[in-house]
């Protein structure tokens, strides 16, 4: 599974097959613009393209619900992605307040993605549905926590995980 792209549900001709996805799609840009994010579009959906102050973790689901509530206890809780499937996997978008260290260490199931990479958003389709959002940004939320609050609660929730 590609974190960073995702298979769509287009036509041969690569556009939309009906007109309420376009209109999704294009109602989604203007909101992501309006927040200040300088999202791209593609046929296959729309990306957030990460830059040198934006990373995301992405990891399973299972994690990222503990992950999130215990953001969302410390009122650090910024937009979060779920990229359906077999395996849902949950996207935090977050601010790189420094450099990854390269000593830097991650659970086995949490994957940093950086620049130049970019980052699916709702409602880009994948064959298994629409992304969806699990913590939607807003206009009071549209800011990214500390990628090193989201790393460290990470940990925390994968080695419980792993005491179970």
């Known amino acids: 599974m590609s974190l960073t792209t995702a298979e769509t549900?287009?036509?041969?001709?690569?556009?939309p097959q009906n007109r309420g996805r376009?209109?999704?799609?294009?109602?989604?840009v203007a909101g992501y613009r309006?927040?200040?994010?300088?999202?791209?579009?593609?046929?296959?959906?729309v990306f957030l393209p990460l830059g040198p102050a934006t990373t995301a973790l992405a990891m399973p689901a299972r994690i990222g619900s503990r992950v999130l509530a215990d953001l969302k206890s410390r009122m650090l809780a910024g937009p979060v992605t779920v990229i359906p499937g077999p395996?849902?996997?949950w996207i935090f978008l977050a601010e790189l307040v420094a450099l990854l260290?390269?000593?830097?260490?991650?659970?086995?199931?949490?994957?940093?993605v950086r620049s130049p990479h970019r980052i699916a958003l709702p409602?880009?389709?994948?064959?298994?549905?629409?992304?969806?959002w699990?913590?939607?940004p807003s206009h009071s939320r549209h800011w990214f926590p500390?990628?090193?609050?989201?790393?460290?609660?990470?940990?925390t929730a994968a080695a419980e995980d792993q005491r179970r």
């Not at 549900?9 to 556009?15: A, D, E, F, H, Q």
């Not at 309006?34 to 959906?45: D, F, N």
């Not at 390269?102 to 949490?110: G, N, S, Y």
């Open 9 to 15: 549900g287009t036509g041969s001709t690569g556009l």
């Open 22 to 28: 376009a209109r999704a799609i294009g109602e989604a």
């Open 34 to 45: 309006l927040l200040g994010w300088q999202v791209t579009v593609t046929e296959q959906g």
């Open 87 to 89: 395996r849902e996997h």
């Open 101 to 112: 260290p390269t000593h830097l260490k991650a659970p086995p199931e949490v994957q940093f």
């Open 123 to 132: 409602p880009t389709m994948t064959r298994y549905g629409s992304l969806r």
């Open 134 to 136: 699990a913590n939607p």
């Open 146 to 155: 500390p990628f090193t609050a989201v790393l460290a609660l990470a940990r």
